[in-house]
Antibody, heavy 114, light 108 residues
Framework: QVQLQESGPGLVKPSQTLSLTCTVSGGSISSDDSCWSWIRQPAGKGLEWIGRICISRISIQNPSLRSRVTILIDTSKNQFSLNLSSVTAADTAVYYC??????WGQGTLVTVSS | QTVVTQEPSLTVSPGGTVTLTCASSTGAVTSDYYPNWFQQKPGQAPTTLIYSTNNKHSWTPARFSGSLLGGKAALTLSGVQPEDEADYYCLLYYGAWVFGGGTKLTVL
């Protein structure tokens, strides 16, 4: 089981781009044909799958977010990232990264507010 | 938009057995949907209990089991413990992943 850690700004202004990085330790991000996901959870609500990227660099996004989501992988840094553009208050949530689906990060709270 | 439906809440007595289900708006859930089950306690990240319908991780307690039941994915807890009180989420694969709305399990 690898360890994952999310990092990035905790506060983003409306209309700007939310950018998060997930750093993987205890194993290689490019091993075992793994796929890596981003998931979010607004306060008091359920989990929402945002998207994934596999080591093949093929990325798939939630259709409801697709136009705003970019997920990239950097094997040299053992990291993958999430960019969510044109954010609104509705994007305020705890954001998790995960290796499908045995390992999860602890989550990071991102608040969208001016 | 595909919808995955779970019971919003269930209550079970300690030592009892409870089954949580996960239904798809597209029809019967099969192993091709690779059902995953997660447990989440307040203030914590989710942990994965079951993957690909009925496979357990090394940390999954033996009292948890996954299956397909009546066209749905199912998570059964046998011999429920007080520490099993949590939110449970299923996740199905349609070419993209979709979470169910979650089940709040109360042990009372």
């Amino acid at each position: 089981q690898v360890q994952l850690q999310e990092s990035g700004p905790g506060l983003v202004k409306p209309s700007q781009t939310l950018s998060l990085t997930c750093t993987v330790s205890g194993g290689s991000i490019s091993s075992d044909d793994s796929c890596w996901s981003w998931i979010r959870q607004p306060a008091g609500k359920g989990l929402e799958w945002i998207g994934r990227i596999c080591i093949s660099r093929i990325s798939i996004q939630n259709p409801s977010l697709r136009s705003r989501v970019t997920i990239l992988i950097d094997t040299s840094k053992n990291q993958f990232s999430l960019n969510l553009s044109s954010v609104t208050a509705a994007d305020t949530a705890v954001y998790y990264c995960a290796r499908e689906y045995d390992s999860w990060g602890q989550g990071t709270l991102v608040t969208v507010s001016s | 938009q595909t919808v995955v439906t779970q019971e919003p809440s269930l209550t079970v007595s300690p030592g009892g057995t409870v089954t949580l289900t996960c239904a798809s708006s597209t029809g019967a859930v099969t192993s091709d949907y690779y059902p995953n089950w997660f447990q989440q306690k307040p203030g914590q990240a989710p942990t994965t209990l079951i993957y690909s319908t009925n496979n357990k991780h090394s940390w999954t307690p033996a009292r948890f089991s996954g299956s397909l039941l009546g066209g749905k994915a199912a998570l059964t807890l046998s011999g429920v413990q007080p520490e099993d009180e949590a939110d449970y989420y299923c996740l199905l694969y349609y070419g993209a992943w979709v979470f169910g709305g979650g089940t709040k399990l109360t042990v009372l």
